[in-house]
């Protein structure tokens, strides 16, 4: 089945700096997504990237499709403490189409 | 409030026991699906239900089992609990079997001693 390589697997930072990590893989996507995990709560969608080189920002957020459709990155900027908790990404089933295969996670963390 | 609704939200039992968890999807979707998040580990998917009818299905073990119910409704049948399977487990929805969008719920923790 498909896998996600996710990276950073943690990050320690100060609130105001800015974050990126990434999501690869050796198979070609059509979609990528980035959920975000609060501590004790589920996964809520960030982004949605449909398009190879697509860029989309949600507030502070912004995410890119990789060109080579292998790839995805998803940048911070100027954190808060809120932004604390799990990124993943997350790409639908090659067969499927529906259900997500996720990465690993980013586990950030923001000191004030 | 995600619209995907959870119970119980924590549940602690000992091994060999079996245990229920509910899902509520959010109004209009009729696709669940179940995950479980061991501890260090992501989101492993389990099992998917599209209208009533098992739709794909994941590294779900054989002591697990799921159902949805003609009001949509879901519920994963854990049995012959082991330490192992002490996780959350959340529930997502869809509106149709094809969407690639699923909003979770809160999950539900379970302990197994």
């Known amino acids: 089945g498909q896998q996600l390589n996710q990276s950073p697997q943690s990050m320690f930072i100060q609130e105001g700096e800015d974050v990126s990590m990434n999501c690869t893989s050796s198979?070609?996507?059509?979609?990528w997504l980035w959920y975000k995990q609060d501590p004790g709560e589920g996964p809520v969608l960030l982004i949605a990237l449909y398009k190879a080189g697509e860029l989309t920002s949600n507030g502070r957020l912004t995410a890119q499709f990789g060109i080579t459709r292998k790839d995805s990155f998803l940048n911070i900027s100027a954190s808060i403490p809120s932004d604390v908790g799990i990124y993943f990404c997350a790409t639908p089933e090659e067969t499927s189409g529906s259900r997500l295969t996720f990465g690993e996670g980013t586990q950030l963390t923001v000191n004030p | 409030d995600s619209g995907v609704t959870q119970t119980p939200k924590h549940l602690i039992t000992a091994t060999g026991q079996r245990v229920t968890l509910r899902c509520s999807p959010r109004s209009g979707d009729l696709s669940v699906y179940w995950y479980q998040q061991s501890l260090d580990q992501g989101l492993q998917f389990l099992i998917q239900?599209?209208?009533?009818?098992?739709?794909a299905k994941g590294n779900i073990l054989e002591r697990f089992s799921a159902q949805q119910f003609p009001d949509l409704h879901s519920e994963l049948n854990l049995s012959s609990l082991e330490l192992g399977d002490s996780a959350l487990y959340f529930c997502?929805?869809?509106?149709?079997?094809?969407?690639?969008?699923?909003?979770f719920g809160a999950g539900s923790r379970l302990t197994v001693l």
């Open positions: 997502a929805s869809s509106v149709s079997s094809g969407a690639n969008v699923l909003t």
């Open positions: 198979s070609i996507f059509n979609t």
């Open positions: 239900y599209y209208n009533g009818e098992e739709r």
